[in-house]
């Protein structure tokens, strides 16, 4: 039997048949003359038709009337059943049953809600769970995992334990603001840069402006740590470019990384090192991995756009229920090894110190290791070649660079463990890890 995964997030909902990406339909609504346009048709028209427009209606998921109600839209469960309604029949022909992956946001009315809805699209839901523990269910072990996500209103953060199971402890909004926002202020600076550099105002015509507005999000995904980016709108036969640099766009997130950063901080417990899962919708947002690096005792994680499905399939026989009472998953069994490594107590010889020129320099809990060793081996927050940090008793690196970090002359592009004797190779630089007696190094 096919299985379809509906990850519902405002931003996208995304839908996939056995692990293969169908479609992503972002939760946006457009009347125009009595024509209504739902995910992304309503996305790719909210500019040219801005008379009738609702892009909370996942968010405010209820039947309470709506003011400016139609006879056809009387609350934000219909335009919730009308998009449901379009992403299944774009995707039924192949699938058999479905799993829903839910946002902790969502409370059991709207649970409820979801469920009436999806049978009344004629969608045969076997499973409901926690998006965000899906996401991270296979990371590494650590005994705090932190889940960050961003969706059309709201930054979100799910906080989860791990032990023989890993469960969700807290879900939370930890910023009024979300993409519509951010959207809204790039697109407000990319104009200016338009206006200054070329006295072409995109704004200035509702074409233009939606134009703008729909390839910023990919626009913005390929933005990586570019200093700058080119920025191309065609006006009937004329094409018009400017540049435009990361140190404009930082300005729209002036007032919300350090909110970020401060929410998690404040969530780190004492002495303990964590993993924070940064969701792919956040890919490429300016400077966003500049400021989490300031964070101590955090080891980051960038998950690709799969990880949810990923975790279903992983989990599929715990997650998928055989009778019509659906229970919702927001903890699950994790894998017996992994547990072990958490808590593991026996002693064994561990790196202590980086080994450059003679000089060793202590790891302590959590080194960001500059990829410039000119003046020797030290820590840096603005984006580090590699971040070497204890798991347990555990060292590991992880890398942070495209082109990758030598271990053992092995090309590392993700995560390796690391032991006393290995060798960190940067350029035709060495870096030995190096064990100190009498130092426990975490």
């Not at 946006?28 to 801005?50: F, I, M, S, T």
């Not at 059991?108 to 965000?132: F, H, N, T, W």
């Not at 209103?153 to 951010?182: D, N, P, S, Y």
């Not at 924070?276 to 960038?302: E, H, M, T, W, Y």
Request: aromatic share 6%.
């Amino acid at each position: 039997m096919a299985l379809a995964i509906l990850e519902l997030n405002d931003a996208g909902i995304q839908a996939s048949v056995d692990g293969n990406l169908m479609l992503s339909s972002p939760a946006y609504a457009v009347v125009h003359e009595d024509q209504l346009y739902v995910g992304e048709e309503g996305l790719q028209k909210v500019r040219l038709y801005p008379g009738w427009t609702n892009n909370k209606f996942w968010q405010q998921l209820n039947t309470d009337p709506i003011s400016n109600g139609t006879h056809q839209i009387r609350h934000h469960a219909d335009l919730a059943f009308f998009h449901l309604e379009q992403i299944w029949k774009k995707i039924n022909s192949g699938a058999d049953e479905v799993v829903f992956a839910v946002p902790g946001s969502f409370d059991s009315k709207q649970l409820g809600l979801l469920l009436g809805i999806a049978r009344e699209c004629g969608i045969p839901v076997v499973g409901l769970v926690d998006s965000a523990l899906v996401a991270v269910v296979e990371q590494q072990p650590f005994r705090t995992v932190m889940h960050l996500d961003i969706q059309l209103h709201h930054i979100v953060l799910t906080v989860f334990q791990r032990q023989e199971i890993i469960t969700r402890q807290e879900f939370a909004k930890i910023t009024e603001l979300g993409l519509t926002t951010l959207w809204d202020r790039w697109a407000n600076i990319i104009a200016d840069v338009f206006i200054q550099n070329t006295r072409f105002d995109p704004m200035h015509e509702a074409g233009t402006e939606q134009q703008l507005f729909d390839h910023l999000p990919e626009w913005i995904k390929d933005f990586s740590d570019k200093k700058a980016q080119d920025y191309t709108l065609q006006l009937h036969q004329t094409s018009h470019s400017v540049s435009v640099s990361t140190e404009k766009l930082l300005t729209a997130c002036a007032n919300v990384y350090p909110q970020i950063v401060q929410q998690i901080r404040n969530r780190i417990p004492e002495g303990q090192t964590v993993q924070l899962c940064l969701s792919d919708r956040f890919k490429g947002f300016p400077g966003l991995l500049d400021s989490l690096n300031l964070l101590q005792d955090c080891a980051i994680v960038q998950l690709n756009n799969m990880a949810v499905t990923a975790g279903i399939l992983n989990h599929l026989d715990t997650i998928r229920s055989e009778s019509d009472a659906l229970s919702y998953i927001t903890h699950l069994a994790v894998d017996a090894t992994a547990v072990a490594a958490i808590s593991s107590n026996h002693s064994h010889a561990i790196a202590t110190h980086l080994l450059l020129d003679h000089k060793a320099v202590p790891l302590g809990k959590v080194f960001k290791l500059d990829s410039n060793l000119v003046h020797g081996v030290r820590q840096t927050s603005d984006q580090p070649q590699c971040t070497i940090y204890f798991r347990g008793t555990e060292l590991l690196l992880h890398n942070h660079k495209p082109d990758g970090t030598r271990v053992n002359n092995k090309m590392v592009t993700d995560h390796i463990s690391l032991q006393p004797g290995d060798n960190i190779q940067l350029g035709d630089q060495i870096i030995h890890l190096i064990s100190v007696a009498g130092d426990h190094g975490a």
